[in-house]
């Protein structure tokens, strides 16, 4: 029975070919988007959970409450995990995470002639190896990580430095700045202890390099003992069974209590309130967005807007399923009333349907994971992810795809059974009853719920675009033209004792028409600040937080700030150097004046350095920052321990050998340290990432919808053509043109279209407004691009349907009425 209904299926699948390949094609295209967001669902929501115990280990957080503001982080003290360890019973181990002090994010690491900059480096305890899940391909875990400069490398890393399979007690040579008084920062050797796997995609911590701890304490030999030292360390803690962690949290505050004793008793102002907390690992990656996390955490707007968008293009594709299958479902009728009269039950041949429709979603499933591997990169590469087909490996991808798959063979195959099964077998044979061909409301429905999706998709792609265009080409207050950024990660000493010297060699070229050094560059993310109090007042009471750049005297005149009052830094003024402040408009209202000339020669003192200094100008607000947010209070100060980045304002026209110029400079200054560049408007542009990742998404994706409709569409009025074949010849027996035609053959699709818009519109204006309250600085709900995209939709639903009119206008009517 069951191979019977299958050789009937596929007989069936082949005889209607046409309908056939736009019903697997909607489905594919739908399915496939569906797969690829469910992997990046899955992965978003399971990080962390592959660890052994996941639900044991915790990471220690921290909140600090001031007069000013309330810190909440994800560092902790250095010695708060031994502490832990030593002294409370409960605790199994502990586990410490401390990226390098002041070049976390490019440590220079040599093998023979590669010179690289390596990030994802972590100084780490031995019990690392006990609290996570860290497979190791070469050496043991039982002897790694307990003496000085050894290291442990993943295979990504190898593969990258050496060409042997086992690097194991081979050299690399690595530079770590301590941020201590002592000699320049050299590189050391360092010896590989052993090799394990690179980290999965889904862990907050993404590791390249694990150093030992002991390193760190043979640098720093008060580790373990201070408690107030303000550098980035992450704690982790693995509990044993049974723990009750709230009775836990409780005992940490006296180590918070410590901690705020032993500030107040150095300090004389007072740090504020202190407290610690214990955060679930596998929650940190979408519920933890904290100051100083390892990794920016998961957004859980994206996750619902991309699950929109794929359930949206699925149900596009299901929605043509099912209209089709209902309307070629009415050819069968003859079939069904036969095997009504012989006896088979409504069940078997509701089955039969259903057996259909799982055979095309199968067809489409296996041809949905070869457009899955195609689109995946593409992807990636717009999301920011390491997605790969082996995600269908994971157990509840695999459960997600099974319920997916039931549930769209179902409702699309369940319809069309229905609609014949219900009608009495007499009615079917005799021929009355109502094909729905001409109207039902299934199908005005369903083709009213694509051009729906369909214009809301197009309508929101647009709106997308048209605010990342806004951030983008909006006045951003500085000039970010023909800039040129080098990143100084290594000899930084000789950057900041030298930069004017530096400066004058970069410039000896005509064709660099300035060069300033700073700390960041506008668009750079930095949570870098001073906290200033006014000159005679107490600093627990009037301190307020700044952000701050640290520049050279170059830097407002090359970025084109606009000074409102005061002056500029002048590098013949020495007291400059020292002794003065610059502030932003908002800033100076932060610091409490009504207007910019007020803050004119009053005196602050800076938490960072300790001096106190005199604000001499006031700069126009310009956004440092992307678009998104309110611009904050800045303070630019010539302070040249912080400077890490050279700008130079370059002529493009001779960009080829003015870049073999620089190149020869940077060797000169910096010998043996890879230059690394960028230009300032790839830099300012990656503060939209998000923003464009979406925008990308919705293109194509609203794309690939317009076009699984616009098939559907064009099937159903192929098909209609064909049943009123003979109407249609009589019509133009008796004279209709083929205009007259396609008249009557479009008109009711095109109003279902234009009955669509009044769904779409206002659901795609009150989803645009509230994604804009997002952005500080955002375009208007223009009434031009409601427009623009209803007539598109509109014009292209009608060539669909004109052309099938047509198509069905010019066959010869006496093909049509020969058996009449």
Known sequence: MLKNYLKLALRNIKKNKFYSFINIFGLSVGLACSIIIIFYVINELTYDTYHTDADRIYRVISKRVSTRATYQMASTP???????????????????????????ENVLVVKDNQRFFEKRIFFTDPQVFDVFAIPFLHGSRFNALTEPNTVVITESIASKYFDRENPVGEILEMEFDYDWEGPEVQLKDFTIVGVIKDPPVNTHIKYNILVSMATLHKNLPNFENNWMNPKTKYNYVKF???????????????????LMEQFNARYSFSIGEISYSLQPLTRI??????LRELEPGGNWLYVYIYSLIAGLVLLIGCMNFINLSTALSTTRAGEVGLRKILGAKRSVIIWRFLIEAKIITLISFCTALVVTVVLLPQFNRMAGTELTISNLQHPLVLVVLVV???TVSISSGMFPALILTRLKSSSILQRKFTSGLKGSFLQKSLVVGQFAISIFLVICTLFIFKQLNYMKSGALGFDKEKKLILRVKSNLPHLRRDYEAIKADFQKNPHILGAAVSSIVPGDESLGGYSLWREGTDRDRNSKRLRVITVGTDFISLYNLQLVCGRSFRKNFETDRSGAFIVNETGARLLGFTNPEEALGKRFTAHYHGGTEEIIGVI???????MQNEIKPLLLDIEGSLMTSITLKVNTDQLKETMGFIHDMWEQHFPGVPMEYSFLDDVFDRSYHYEEQMSNMLKIITTLGIIIACLGLSGLASFIAWKQQKEIGIRKVLGASIGNIVTNLSIRFVL???????IAIPLAWMAMQKWLENFAYKTSLDITIFIAASFTTVAVASAVVIFQGIKAGRNNPINALRNE
């Not at 044993?240 to 410590?258: H, P, S």
């Open 78 to 104: 250095g010695p708060l995990a031994t502490s832990l360890k030593n002294d409370l019973p409960e605790v199994e181990e502990t586990v410490r995470f401390v990226p390098p002090y002041e070049n976390a």
């Open 240 to 258: 044993r069974k049974g723990t009750d962690i709230d009775m836990t949290e409780k005992k940490l505050q006296v180590y918070a209590e410590n």
């Open 285 to 290: 990656h979408m519920y933890s967005h904290l």
């Open 404 to 406: 997916l798959f039931i």
């Open 620 to 626: 126009k607000d310009f956004h440092f920052e992307g």
């Open 752 to 758: 279902l279209v234009l009955v669509s818009l009044f």
